[in-house]
């Protein structure tokens, strides 16, 4: 692109490609940001069929899926809020009427809210710890740290207490800077502590994570995926993450198990016409047909609402659905075979309609499947080609299944978390402290001795992290408003949780303390 049409703008709410104000701003990976209307001339401008948008200021790529559009880039949530303050109307985020004027906004949910929204908000018990404020206050500038500025440009505010992007005078919260070199900074609010993200062009891992006063550390909301175009999410529930990188994720509402790329772009998924395509194209192999308990059997069954999936090191998917069996998928996403899950009465999954749920890969290579039993709820543990090991009774229904180095199990149901030694005896429960309702919990996962925790209903929707033995550690985020499955990179620094309010997967990154 030319250079003269590429000045940097000399203000932060004027585009630097048409010069005007920005127009629903849309921030590129490199952060620079633009009118959402400039970008798609930009695009079509470059090469569409690329499906990439070349920054006009620093020249970094972004990488766009296959028929997404230019809207699912991320909003510059800053530059909105200073424009919040020029503009006299703004539009309810909080319900399905169109036109509705905003008269307030709720700095939890970062929803502007018309006056009956306003009234929900306020007497509805699930939200009883939102602050909301009114829009006079916010142009006025009385809500403090809304939109504040110090010594470089503010990109958000991230709130350690709440764990969401918004900042609140009672609460220990950090502000997001960008300083002239490009270097992206988190300065506490309350200390003289600073946290680092490196810049975009030379962005690399972080550090281990930070555990100093029980500190789970700041996990920022890095991007967002699973929203539009094909691989677009109805209801996600598993999620784990591939060898290669790939992040793989159970939609059970679209009955498909859906890939993506590390950067959050759709590749393919395991649907029923794509499957039994490349299984006709296989049926001259045979595969066992024995029906002894544990052993795999020949089908051509593909994936049917499923709830869990994970991924071996051969890269492998074991997928459980609404079937009461385990269904495998090689590397390629080629049908392999089923097994089913074996009671501790030796009484067969498939028999006695259990439903299979759970899912989780031992610490020995082996897999653990959570069954849903009629009497009894029990894991069964199995070989990497189904053959079956041993089971063991547990007291909460194994849902979500999780395992840590050492062999013990984490299970979670809706009514609560335990953790097992290898044999199904109960080490700990875990117990959140006051004002947190640990209720209706969902996915988990571990590392590095810490134990993330999905709780996806009432008034304490959120990540909460917990140690080995128990003990409440902290809320990595609450910037999620259903969170189900979630799953953390081997390093301990990339945490993915599948929102199924949201329809998508969210992806933090654990910031840098220096």
């Known amino acids: 692109m030319d250079d003269s049409k590429t000045p940097a703008s000399n203000s932060l709410t004027d585009c630097g490609i048409c010069h005007s104000t920005i127009e629903k701003p849309k921030a590129l990976l490199c952060l620079h940001t633009f009118c ?3 970008l798609k001339a930009c695009i079509d401008e470059q090469d569409a069929e690329m499906q990439k948008i070349t920054c006009p200021v620093c020249q970094e790529e972004t990488k766009l899926a296959p028929l997404q559009e230019v809207e699912s880039l991320r909003d510059n949530f800053f530059v909105s809020e200073l424009l919040e303050k020029r503009n006299p109307q703004i539009d309810c985020t909080g319900c399905a009427k169109e036109g509705r004027n905003a008269v307030g906004r709720c700095l939890e949910c970062s929803d502007f809210l018309c006056q009956k929204c306003w009234e929900s908000h306020t007497e509805m018990r699930v939200f009883k710890t939102h602050q909301v404020c009114s829009m006079d206050d916010i142009r006025n500038g009385d809500v403090e740290g ?5 010594s470089g440009e503010v990109l958000w505010f991230y709130c350690k207490t709440c764990g969401i992007q918004h900042s609140h005078a009672d609460h220990d919260y950090v502000l997001i800077l960008k300083s002239d070199n490009n270097e992206v900074n988190l300065t506490k609010s309350s200390s003289e502590q600073q946290l680092t993200v490196p810049s975009p062009a030379s962005r690399s891992p972080v550090t281990t994570l930070d555990r100093r006063r029980n500190d789970v550390g700041i996990w920022l909301l890095h991007r967002e995926f699973g929203k539009d175009g094909l691989g677009q999410l109805q209801r996600g529930a598993g999620i784990a993450v591939c060898p290669n990188g790939d992040i793989v994720v159970a939609d059970k509402n679209a009955s498909q198990v859906k890939i993506y790329s590390s950067d959050g772009l ?16 296989k049926k001259a192999v045979s595969l066992p047909t024995s029906t002894s308990p544990g052993k795999r059997h020949n089908t051509h069954d593909v994936p049917s609402s499923p709830h ?6 051969a890269g492998e998917y074991f997928v459980t659905d609404l079937s009461h069996y385990v269904k495998v998928f090689d590397a390629q996403g080629l049908y392999k075979y089923h097994f089913t899950a074996i009671s501790t009465q030796g009484e067969k999954s498939d028999t006695n309609d259990v439903p299979l749920e759970g899912l989780a890969n031992g610490s020995d290579g082996t897999l653990l499947v959570g069954a849903n039993g009629n009497t009894d ?34 299970v979670s149901s809706q009514k609560g978390v335990q953790i097992l030694d290898p044999t199904g005896q109960l080490l700990h429960t875990l117990h ?6 640990l ?16 709780n996806y209903l009432g008034d304490c929707m959120a990540v909460y992290c917990f140690s080995v ?38 992806e933090f990154i654990l910031m840098q303390m220096q």
Do not use: M
């Open 36 to 38: 959402l209307k400039c």
């Open 266 to 281: 759709y590749k393919h998924s395991l649907n029923s016409k794509q499957v039994h395509s490349k299984i006709t194209a």
């Open 146 to 150: 809304y939109g504040q500025k110090e």
């Open 432 to 437: 959140a402290p006051p004002g947190v309702t």
């Open 308 to 313: 869990n999936v994970v991924v071996n090191a």
């Open 439 to 454: 209720w209706n919990t969902a996915g988990v996962c571990c590392t590095k001795g810490i134990v993330f925790v999905a």
């Open 377 to 410: 709820w029990y894991i069964s543990k199995h070989k990497q080609d189904g053959t079956h090991i041993e089971s063991v009774n547990v007291r909460i229904r194994p849902t979500y299944l999780s395992t840590l180095l050492d062999g013990k199990i984490v």
């Open 469 to 506: 033995t128990g003990k409440y550690l902290g809320c990595a985020t609450r910037e999620v408003r259903s969170p189900k499955g979630l799953t953390i990179t081997d390093d301990g620094k990339k945490l993915l949780v599948v929102d199924t309010n949201g329809k998508s997967v969210k």
